[in-house]
């Protein structure tokens, strides 16, 4: 089906490992975006990518890497987790170029837990 | 300074009613955007309405309207005639030009207002 999916759904690791939460987008969107949702902050984004090879950071980037090979897929890495990003992670992707009205679509959301 | 302010942790309304969710921004911009999104308990995130920042009417989408006072820099959703399925999580969110003349698109958002319809 089109759209955008990410996975797993829900992970369980550990603190120190690595982790890679995956999405992927079927309309060919230009930009793609990683927030996290945590209690009393609402959604902060992460990282952002405005296509293929081009990422940049957004407001809570420490911890994270990010890759954009290839259009349809935005995956995000945690290289050593810890306790502090337990949270619940969203990709995003748009259509439109800079600053016209294109609404953000949202995947379903994978929630993360470190132990 | 907080970008996007919502001061309503949580709002009850009958159902049937209207209920109006409050939300603040802080931008120098002229040029910006203006969203909402419903999260219900499943956990999506549902894209509800849009304004643009020089848009002149006040944006509508069925039973939801952004009173949008630009002055004021408040853009508050309004939902009339509250059905049980309205109880959610409701987020206010701001797109902003930023620097370089561009933002991607990025959101910030706000913390949230949970609704609950009552019977």
């Known amino acids: 089906d089109a759209g955008i999916t990410q996975s797993p759904r829900y992970k369980i690791t550990e603190t120190g490992r690595q982790v890679t939460l995956m999405c992927h987008q079927t309309?060919?969107?230009?930009?793609m975006f990683w927030y996290r949702q945590d209690l009393g902050h609402g959604l902060r984004l992460i990282y952002y990518?405005?296509?293929?090879?081009?990422?940049d950071k957004g407001e809570v980037p420490d911890g994270y890497v990010v890759s954009r090979s290839k259009t349809e897929n935005f995956p995000l890495t945690l290289e050593s987790a810890t306790r502090s990003q337990t949270s619940v992670y969203f990709c995003?992707?748009?259509?439109?170029?800079?600053?016209?009205?294109?609404?953000?679509?949202f995947g379903p959301g994978t929630r993360l837990t470190v132990l | 300074a907080q970008k996007i302010t919502q001061t309503q942790p949580g709002m009850f309304v009958q159902e049937k009613e209207a209920v109006t969710l409050d939300c603040t921004y802080d931008t120098s911009d002229q040029s910006y955007g203006l969203f909402w999104y419903k999260q219900p308990s499943s956990g999506e995130m549902i894209f509800l309405i849009y304004?643009?920042?020089?848009?002149?009417q006040n944006a509508t989408e069925g039973r939801y309207s952004l009173n949008f006072q630009k002055a004021r820099k408040s853009a508050n959703l309004v939902i009339s005639a509250s059905q049980l399925g309205d109880s959610a999580m409701y987020f206010c969110a701001m797109r902003e030009k930023g620097a370089g003349g561009t933002s991607y698109g990025k959101l910030t958002f706000g913390q949230g207002t949970i609704l609950t319809v009552h019977p």
């Open positions: 304004q643009g920042s020089y848009d002149e």
């Open positions: 995003a992707s748009r259509k439109g170029q800079g600053n016209s009205y294109n609404e953000q679509f």
């Open positions: 309309w060919s969107h230009s930009y």
């Open positions: 990518s405005a296509a293929a090879d081009i990422t």
